[in-house]
């Protein structure tokens, strides 16, 4: 496990009370960009906040222009028009000033529509200019599922050959080239350079002033055990449910042990068990994976069927949040942008823990990122591959240190936290993170990526017939993704 954090997360405790509120002590005037703190030594590895360092030289654009082709996100990634707003605007309006001064360039931002529904309208922009070979964008950040289709279409370059793009250092996630390279090659990567990957990542929000009612014992505790387990919060949400409006249908006016936002928290729960859908086998291939098809999946997809439709503890699909954020819910599992826009405003103490592990024996916990984040690919057209790959890195570096802490602390709701736990929790979550092509050639592969969910959804418990209803098709469709990327 790469250690992402060493200091910045454990430096003070000044509450915020409201969400939106200025989140820090860190003013516009007075804010030091840590990215070019070294403390007056040119070899120093970590800044002046104990983040560590990149590795590219001093490197001169000579006032070039960087174009970076980016679908509109639901939540910004960059900032390009004043240094003002909240921390998490700031530190965005920063990155690009660091990052333009330190290569010497200018950086020019391309928004397009390119969500899920206008994807294929997206990539096919970038295709005709990639084409043309007219060598317009330097970078393209597209929609996680988006970057496959253009890798199909022989349009992206192998990242993992670029100079200066270093994905052993910690802005690249640990799971990253082990999940989506194959014989070696990468084409797509995301990390700290993809605000909206943070932002997307699942955990679990908990109620502490109901677990201290209860008499629960603390989730950090289970965690740091190793015994934050499926079966764990099964234990502690069976049996809570109450109809406190007295309407006798379960709704998000009642009491519950756990709610699911969405129902892709299936997607988290599955993962977090430690079910891939395709693996990268000892000979640098693709491969389905051996966990899809096993006894362990059927026997998770089995229980998860029963605890989600077998009683009322659980509130699934419900698209709010209501229960849990007016102090009646336990458990509350969805991403890190909720905590950002709700959680952190409710008036009762609460903490956050990573999806649970499968069972003990487990190693590690996993954390899953849904798909509305951005993957970064780099065009075969473009006019210099070197410096693409140093702006790529650039911006990663940078946002590992200025802006991913930022996002943290807002849905801490406390600035640099001296609670360990959260603290500890963020990193842990941060450092789970798991990929899987599986999901990210989701066009490729048709309906793969949905069968486990929808089974669970759906109270469908028969995962042995689904699998092998199945399998023969995803197989035939991954060997074509070998055959024309392999």
Same mark, same amino acid.
């Given at each position: ?24 002590? !860190?003013?516009?005037?007075? #804010?030091?960009?840590?990215?070019? =703190? ?6 120093? #590895? ?17 006032? *070039? ?7 509109? =996100? ?7 028009? &004043? *240094? ?10 920063? *990155? ?54 253009? #890798? ?38 995301? +990390? ?7 932002? $997307?990542? /699942?955990?679990?929000?908990?109620? @502490? ?45 009642? @009491? ?13 729960? @599955? ?27 059927? =026997? ?18 419900? $698209?709010?949040?209501? %229960? /849990?954020?007016? +102090? ?28 649970? !592990?499968?069972? &003990? ?21 473009? !006019? ?47 450092? +789970? ?13 048709? %309906?793969?990526?949905?069968?486990? *969910?929808?089974?669970?959804? $759906? ?9 092998? %209803? ?5 197989? $035939? ?10």
């Amino acid at each position: 496990m790469k250690i992402t954090k060493i200091i910045a997360l454990l430096l003070c405790v000044v509450f915020v009370g409201a969400i939106f509120a200025a989140c820090g002590d !860190k003013t516009p005037d007075d #804010t030091t960009n840590s990215s070019t =703190t070294t403390t007056g030594d040119t070899s120093a #590895t970590t800044d002046a906040d104990g983040y560590i360092l990149d590795e590219l030289p001093d490197l001169d654009f000579e006032n *070039r222009t960087m174009t970076i082709l980016q679908w509109k =996100t639901y939540t910004a990634e960059f900032n390009t028009e &004043e *240094r003002s707003g909240d921390a998490v605007s700031i530190a965005l309006y920063d *990155r690009i000033s660091n990052v333009e001064s330190r290569l010497n360039c200018n950086i020019e931002i391309i928004e397009e529509p390119g969500d899920w529904d206008r994807r294929n309208s997206f990539v096919s922009l970038a295709a005709k200019s990639i084409n043309a070979g007219d060598g317009e964008y330097d970078l393209i950040s597209q929609y996680s599922m988006s970057a496959s289709i253009g #890798t199909m279409q022989d349009l992206y370059q192998d990242i993992s050959q670029l100079r200066y793009v270093d994905l052993e250092k910690p802005w690249w996630p640990d799971d990253l080239a082990k999940s989506t390279s194959i014989n070696g090659k990468i084409y797509f990567v995301s +990390g700290d350079i993809a605000p909206t990957l943070i932002y $997307n990542l /699942f955990v679990i929000y908990f109620n @502490q002033n109901m677990l201290n009612k209860l008499g629960y014992e603390s989730p950090y505790g289970l965690v740091d055990e190793g015994k934050w387990t499926y079966d764990k919060l099964k234990e502690m949400t069976a049996g809570l449910y109450e109809d406190l409006n007295n309407d006798n249908v379960a709704n998000g006016d009642d @009491q519950y042990g756990m709610i699911l936002n969405y129902t892709v928290l299936v997607d988290a729960f @599955q993962y977090a068990g430690g079910i891939n859908i395709i693996d990268v086998g000892n000979d640098g291939v693709y491969q389905l994976s051996p966990s899809f098809g096993s006894e362990k999946a059927a =026997t998770y997809l089995a229980d998860l069927c029963e605890y989600i439709h077998g009683s009322n503890d659980v509130f699934i699909n419900s $698209n709010n949040n209501n %229960s /849990f954020l007016n +102090g009646n819910t336990l458990f509350l599992a969805g991403t890190i942008d909720n905590g950002v826009k709700n959680v952190s405003a409710v008036d009762f103490d609460y903490g956050i823990v990573p999806m649970p !592990k499968y069972d &003990e024996q487990q190693d590690g916990y996993n954390s899953l990122v849904g798909f509305a984040y951005s993957m970064y690919t780099v065009p075969v057209d473009v !006019k210099n591959a070197e410096q693409s790959g140093a702006l790529l890195e650039a911006l990663a570096s940078d946002a590992y240190r200025n802006i991913t802490p930022e996002i943290f602390e807002v849905a801490l709701k406390y600035r640099y936290s001296l609670n360990k736990e959260d603290s500890r929790m963020y990193d842990i979550v941060r450092d +789970g993170i798991v990929f899987d092509v599986g999901r990210n050639y989701a066009d490729a592969l048709g %309906s793969a990526f949905g069968l486990f *969910r929808n089974a669970v959804v $759906n109270n469908n418990p028969n995962w042995a017939s689904i699998y092998a %209803s199945n399998k023969d098709s995803i197989e $035939n469709k991954l060997q074509d993704i070998i055959n024309k990327i392999g």
